[in-house]
């Protein structure tokens, strides 16, 4: 009699958990590389899932693509903010699509068994090639092609992993025939490559287009008419066996509210130093994704 009542008991708190939303299965963990804009959105998709009482853990701040990806297949987490062209790029350096659709496709057609990705968010945020007015004016530059001729004469700053990868030097090499004086490795686009772009340290860089720094140092940010820089979509991959459908309906949920300007205006807010945790609380209020 008692393992039938301790069955029952089990069953009927099974049942609760589904008819009140909540999610009865571990927990969702989720992790974000290691600059502010995808820590901020690890958090927010986060606070979504708390809002809809799945339970979550954060692993923020891990590393690049090439330490979360392994991370995301082995199980150390199961969710991660990406970019679309330049997780692709990542999986497939001879990729050749650029635009939202064709990236979003080759993307999902070149994910490692076991990862899904959800819906594509409008929101997007490149990797650019930008230099100071200064040194745009000195060279006539409007595009990453006008460096051809000048580029053994500029020091290049990106992180550490443009090195290696495609949308690097690699690609500036093989896309564009560029071979610089030297390269300097910084951080991604943050107040280090900012700084060094600035003091004249560096002449071109490697910067997130939804930085306010652009508008604010009045940087020149060079087309890219070969398309080394695929779209970039902001996108969340997960792994399938860790993430329900309710999880996963709300991790779309909030891709979907996503957009660039509020990429741009978070970022600005972070280079203000509002927290993290405060901006995107402020993000899932204004959407009417918390709790209450």
């Not at 969702?28 to 998709?45: C, K, M, N, R, W």
């Amino acid at each position: 009699m008692k393992i039938k009542h301790s069955a029952l008991t089990l069953l009927s708190t099974l049942l609760l958990s589904a008819t009140s939303g909540t999610w009865a299965a571990s927990k969702v963990i989720i992790g974000s590389a290691d600059f502010p804009e995808s820590q901020l959105l690890g958090t927010i998709y986060a606070g979504a899932l708390k809002a809809h009482n799945i339970p979550v853990e954060t692993k923020l701040n891990i590393g690049s693509r090439e330490v979360y990806i392994p991370a995301l297949r082995d199980g150390s987490i199961n969710v991660i903010p990406e970019y679309s062209g330049a997780l692709l790029g990542y999986l497939d350096t001879k990729n050749t699509a650029h635009s939202r659709d064709d990236v979003a496709t080759a993307l999902s057609a070149k994910l490692p068994a076991g990862l899904k990705m959800l819906k594509i968010s409008p929101a997007e945020d490149r990797d650019v090639l930008a230099v100071t007015q200064k040194t745009a004016e000195k060279y006539h530059l409007k595009s990453i092609s006008d460096l051809t001729p000048i580029a053994e004469q500029l020091v290049l700053g990106g992180p550490a992993e443009w090195k290696t990868r495609h949308e690097g030097l690699p690609g500036l090499q093989d896309v564009y025939q560029l071979k610089f004086k030297n390269f300097k490795v910084l951080d991604v686009g943050g107040p280090l490559t900012l700084n060094a772009l600035k003091n004249n340290q560096i002449q071109a860089a490697d910067i997130l287009s939804t930085s306010p720094d652009i508008k604010k140092n009045h940087l020149v940010v060079l087309d890219d008419p070969k398309h080394l820089f695929a779209a970039q979509n902001i996108v969340t991959i997960v792994a399938i066996s860790a993430i329900d459908g309710p999880a996963q309906a709300t991790l779309n949920e909030v891709s979907a509210k996503l957009t660039t300007d509020d990429l741009i205006d978070m970022n600005q807010q972070l280079a203000e130093f509002t927290s993290i945790d405060d901006v995107a609380h402020q993000w899932l209020v204004k959407h009417g994704m918390t709790k209450g």
